[in-house]
């Protein structure tokens, strides 16, 4: 922080050298317990609180789209005229237990089909699938080759649904105090690989990279071409601006290897909602205009 007072922004920011890439904020609905949103209304204010701060979309991470009517959210993102660039998955595994790398089949059954309904959902805004945290963690007395090949078999299996729905999957490297199975871009990238789907990407998060990356700029560099979307938070998964992560260069090379899709704030709502979603579009948009 420049000054001691997390208020503040502190990185210059230089308007000319970036590219234009348009800014999202990740919203929940009340009863989700993921702390690093933003916003937690109705999906109906949030999306005119979203749209109303000048965002360009809104993801939204959703436990279960059957607790939510599609076709109200389909008409207000229209009638904002914002975008739904993804749909976040992880609050059913933290809330339900649901695992794609789970020892029991019908834990892991129960997971794939919650994506599918997700994926479905998703098929209404041309939106992406996230899968994070919704892989889980290896279980005790689980061998963790055993957790890999029910992980891969599962994404496989959401992948090729997806690609029904002409809907993308996106795998988001996530740090290790939350799961264990990729940790890392390198990791995904190897996943990436394997699969050989045409629908799956890699989500960077700028929080989980900032942990688990020895250099965000080298492992973005390497995920060249495979990148699908973006997910910024600083260093303390406060705004961009609150924290010690180099935004400025970190967007250089975003522009450097070609992406040109969403940023996707996901933030805690500190120190206030309001002020956090302000602050992130800030940064957001003061970069890349
Ligand atoms: C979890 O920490 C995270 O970053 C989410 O995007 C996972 O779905
Ligand atoms: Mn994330």
Redesign the pocket.
Known sequence: MKDGNPFTVCHVLDFKEVSELKAALVVSTPDAEFE?LAFKDSLKASVERVARLGYDGVEIAIRDPRTVKVSEIVNMVKEKGIEVPAIGTGQAFGQEGLSLSSPDKDIRQKALARLKLQIEFASNFNAKVIL?LIRGKVQRDVKKEDAIKWMIEGIEECADYAKRYNVKILI?P?NRYEIDLINTVEECLDIIKIMNRDNVFI?V?T??MNIEEPSITDSIRNANGNIGHV?VADSNRWAPGFGHIDFKTIYEVLKEVGYDGYISA?ILPKPDPETAAQQAIKVIKGVFT
């Open positions: 690093a994070g988001e996530i989500l998060d929080f989980h997910h996901e």
